[in-house]
């Protein structure tokens, strides 16, 4: 039996082979019925600035290559019999027809590329070697791949699991082309132009690499024990830092979550998916793993039993094949409402919630609670945390539960209201209700300020939850004070306001003012009085400190409540723990002093025209000049003041500007800076950002056509550019890839020209020149590398066949299409996308709406009667292929349909030839349209016939065939 094969290099034939794989065997047999198209066409590929023509054949017949076309028919030496005999493509090989029609190499190879350069790749089911013209081995099969020689008599191809450079004997050259070589690319001409894709490697923190094998890629890390997802093969699991498999690559995927501690769904393995806790570990293998609602996993199996995990991939309930139709998500709950009674489950519950039958739960989805009625009536509230609220849980006889309209969560608390929204309980984490009788009414109708907090408990040094005033609406008495998450009141009747003096943080840690007739005082978060009333006017808290004022003088607090004098001034503010700016005058050239809080000493003299808050140490600060430095805590400059902005990195390193925008959204070029004010990455566009990782590295980053993307130490220390190799940080591991690189081999097969990242054209023979893109620049060379050109910035192609070179340039708001000559002069500006010119022709995108159209070499439109749904250029012989009602056929300079559109798919002309494909048939035609070969199912296996209708191979039909 026969290795099944597909056309390397060329449109893979690995459809067929999936096809089949997935149908019943009757179906799969059909294919050898069918011409499949080349699934990467894409209409109107001509304007692109890669190549004219693309690989439009079918896997029946495929495009014309130095006048050769390959093709899969029964094999050579199988009986045509057990060929018919066997399902798909089992025993077929590949073969070449010539431009006569004729079986130039008969179907012996089991896969074969195109032809270039006099030869052709061809496998032999064990290994690659190079064919010639007539079929024979020209490079005996010795290579697990190849790719095309090219007409310098040069290949690329992989002895012994590594790609090297050959001759047309099969011998290596002896050419560095750096380790971890991943693909090689031959270009036509002389210098010989080599493109090189390099693989990846992996470093720790200590710059030694990683021996991870070949086919292993390591693709981001993954929870808590050090492992990473891993690829092998287009398949995931996961592996150790020893580069131990703790899940084996079975699974199509491996899906990471985004929130911290969640667990990951592996996808597609053999018999189902699995959920990936942070530890590694699997649960719930072999099912189908679907997320519910953001907070559970249903892991469903064939065998119909459902499992409820939580987010981390704890499980936390089970059911049976027949509760899968009964069982919803409502919110964060699970409701599984079969038999006599309804279950209610969730991932903080200890137990389900079991309600008797007839009752019914419904989502209060911003409260976070499921309510339970009985009919129309509210008969329970069950909480996140699997408590379950009931009309016995209201205290002191009074029936609050009752009363409940209204629900809402503030922090870790439930708050319940009545129909008029007055507050008539407020419920613990744990259900239990804070709000006493006594307490109820004491707050009467206050306003009642909720505090964000999960902090506290009875008993449990308890903290505010609520800022209790005087409501707005109504005069509901003196006093104001903060209900404690015991239930306790702080409440005072000459107290009128409690407000918060810190933006953030825990409650426990924060500052309350409250206000007085005699002033206003400061409050712990237990409500505990730190400082007296007696002041006029507080301000929030800012790095511990707190500006007061009272009796005319300003002064500052601390957090325990403690005062402290500070010198006249204006502008005065706290930018660090203990240590404030000041101005001693209000005129606008006054300069800032700063002043130290403790010593109750000034820190400098007047020097600033303006200081920031300070960050461990460091804060910005601008020279009576106007420019802007970096600071320490005694006032020394630690960046010379000479910047418009500065950004601090790390205390080692800024980020600067030369000059402010006016518009929030320019992209303002900047430079990032050491602290001598060596410059680290030059200024650039591309809004330069600079992130400081784990090991306290410093990636940055600059988006834009200077692409920067650099690793330095934290001093600045340049470890790794993005120039020469990209690189991304997983965790404490660094993934590098060399970049693409380009040279170009002289005679002598030393690099005329060196391998350096970037990309480029061939040496067109003409001109003997080439064109090299580097990311940065485009740049015209000579044969000995010399820079003879660069061009406007630009995407810039010059195509093997293109005598001019193509550049797309975004230019007033619109895309042109310039041509340069080799020289780099602009010989022609075409507005909109157009491609390479053959002969006098080029292709322009479709636009506003537009097909695509052609222009002359002048750039003015050909005007062509007809819209086309694609469209080529005119071939050697006049003749273009284009489509109309999704059927191509070909036309002529005018417009006009030579041969009419019948086609499902054509290739351009070539030799006099080109190849059209119907879903049944492909056929090799002349420029009048004539069948000069066709191959086509008879009888259930592939029949090449020649130019007469007369069959070509097999030499004979199944037996079941003939008459």
């Known amino acids: 039996m026969r290795k099944q094969g597909t056309l390397h290099c060329l449109v893979p034939l690995s459809i067929a082979a999936t096809v089949a794989a997935l149908m019943p065997a009757d179906a799969a047999a059909r294919d050898t019925d069918r011409c499949f ?36 028919l029964p094999a050579e030496g199988v009986d045509i019999d057990d060929v018919a005999a066997v399902d798909g493509f089992a025993e077929y090989s590949w073969g070449f027809i010539d431009t006569a029609g004729e079986l130039a190499i008969p179907p012996r190879f089991e896969n074969v590329t195109h032809f270039h350069g006099g030869l052709a790749g061809a496998y032999d089911g064990a290994q690659w070697g190079y064919i010639d013209r007539r079929g024979e081995w020209a490079i005996e099969p010795q290579f697990e791949d190849v790719r095309a020689f090219r007409d310098n008599g040069i290949a690329a191809a992989v002895r012994d699991g590594e790609w090297v450079l050959i001759d047309r004997s099969g011998a290596a050259l002896n050419v560095e082309l750096h380790d971890h070589v991943n693909q090689i690319r031959v270009g036509d001409g002389t210098p010989v132009r080599v493109e090189v894709e390099y693989g990846a490697t992996y470093e720790n923190a200590n710059g030694e690499t990683l021996a991870v094998p070949e086919g292993i890629t390591l693709v981001e890390p993954f929870g808590s024990a050090g492992l990473f997802i891993a690829r092998r093969d287009r398949r995931y699991g996961l592996i150790d830092r020893d580069l131990e498999w703790q899940i084996k690559p079975d699974y199509r995927d491996i899906s990471a979550p985004s929130e911290s501690g969640a667990a990951a769904v592996a996808a597609g393995g053999p018999e189902g998916d699995a959920l990936i806790r942070q530890d590694g570990s699997a649960v719930g293998k072999d099912g189908a793993a679907v997320r519910r609602r953001g907070d559970f996993w249903r892991v469903t199996w064939p065998d119909g039993r459902n499992a409820v995990f939580d987010l981390q991939g704890e499980r936390i309930a089970e059911f049976g094949g027949e509760a899968d139709s009964r069982v919803r998500a409502m919110g964060s709950f699970l409701v599984d409402s079969g038999g006599d009674s309804t279950k209610v489950i969730g991932p903080a519950f200890d137990e389900p919630v079991v309600l008797d039958s007839g009752l019914t739960p419904k989502l209060v989805r911003s409260a976070g609670l499921l309510v339970v009625f009985d009919g129309e009536t509210m008969a329970g509230v069950i ?26 969560r503030h922090g870790a608390w439930t708050w319940f209201r009545d129909r008029d929204k007055a507050l008539i309980q407020i419920v613990d984490p744990h259900g239990l209700p804070l709000l006493d009788e006594a307490t109820r009414k004491r707050l009467g109708n206050h306003h009642i300020e909720p505090l964000e907090t999960a902090e506290g408990g009875a ?19 003196p006093g104001a004070g903060m209900l404690m998450s015991d239930g306790q009141l702080e409440f005072h009747e000459d107290w009128q306001k409690v407000e918060s003096l810190d933006i953030r943080g825990p409650v426990r840690g924060r500052r309350f003012a409250f206000h007085t007739d005699e002033g206003v005082g400061i409050l712990d978060g237990q409500g505990s009085v730190i400082l007296a009333a007696g002041q006029e006017h507080i301000d929030d808290f800012h790095h511990g400190n707190a500006l007061v004022y009272g009796d005319g003088v300003t002064r500052v607090v601390d957090r325990s409540g403690q005062l402290f004098d500070i010198p006249n001034g204006f502008g005065m503010s706290v930018v660090a723990p203990g240590i404030m700016r000041y101005r001693r005058s209000a005129a606008a050239e006054a300069l800032f002093s700063l002043y130290d809080l403790t010593s109750q000493q000034p820190i400098t003299k007047p020097r600033f025209q303006d200081v920031g808050d300070f960050h461990d140490g460091q804060a910005t ?12 805590r005694a006032g020394e400059w630690v960046l010379a003041p000479a910047y418009a902005a500065v950004e601090p990195v790390n205390g080692q390193l800024w980020i600067v500007q030369r000059r402010r925008g006016s518009d929030p959204f320019e992209d303002i070029p900047r430079a990032l800076v050491d602290a001598d004010g060596e410059t680290i990455v030059p200024y650039t566009e591309g809004l330069l950002s600079a992130t400081v990782l784990d090991n306290r590295s410093v990636e940055v980053r600059a988006h834009g056509p200077a692409g920067v993307h650099k690793l330095l130490s934290p001093s600045g220390e340049v470890l790794f550019d993005g120039r020469e190799a990209t690189f991304t940080v997983m965790g404490d591991l660094l993934r590098l890839r060399r970049r693409p690189s380009i040279g170009y081999l002289g005679d002598d097969l030393e690099w005329a020209v060196a391998l350096e990242p ?18 940065e620049r485009a740049e015209i060379l000579d044969a000995k590398g010399r820079v003879v050109a660069t061009l406007p910035d630009g995407e810039w192609r010059w195509p093997t066949a293109a005598s001019r070179i193509i550049g797309r340039v975004y230019e007033d708001g619109t895309t042109k299409t310039k041509y340069a000559d080799p020289n780099g002069e602009i010989t022609l500006s075409v507005d909109g996308k157009a491609g390479v010119f053959h002969g006098d022709t080029a292709m322009v995108s479709r636009t506003d709406g537009e097909d695509g159209f052609w222009v002359d070499a002048s750039g003015e439109r050909r005007e062509i009667p007809g819209r086309y749904s694609d469209l080529g250029l005119p071939a050697d012989n006049g003749l273009a292929y284009a489509a109309s009602g999704g059927r191509y056929g070909f036309i002529d300079g005018d417009g006009r349909y030579v041969i009419p559109p019948v086609y499902d798919l054509v290739t351009d002309f070539q030799d006099g030839r080109a190849i059209a494909t119907t879903e049944r048939s492909a056929m090799m035609i002349d420029r009048q349209g004539r069948p000069i070969a066709r191959v086509a199912s008879e009888c259930g296996v592939r029949v090449l016939y020649g130019p007469d209708n007369e069959r070509v191979w097999p030499e004979r039909l199944p037996q079941r065939c003939r008459h």
């Open 37 to 72: 198209t080349s699934k990467y066409t894409r209409p109107f590929s001509d304007y692109r600035l890669n190549a004219h023509g693309r690989n439009r054949g079918s896997t029946c017949l495929y495009e014309l290559r130095e006048g050769l076309a390959a093709l899969r």
């Open 383 to 408: 909480l996140g945390s699997g408590s379950y609220l009931t009309g016995e849980d209201s205290k002191d006889g009074r029936d609050w539960f009752g009363q409940i309209a209204y629900a809402e």
């Open 459 to 477: 008993g449990d040094n308890p903290a505010a939850i609520a800022l209790i005033s005087e409501s707005r609406y109504c005069h509901c008495g």
């Open 621 to 632: 600060a601008v020279s009576p000049e106007g420019k802007t430095g970096v600071i320490d």
């Open 758 to 775: 970037g990309t480029g054209s061939v040496f067109h023979a003409d001109a003997q020149r080439a064109l090299r893109s580097t990311g």
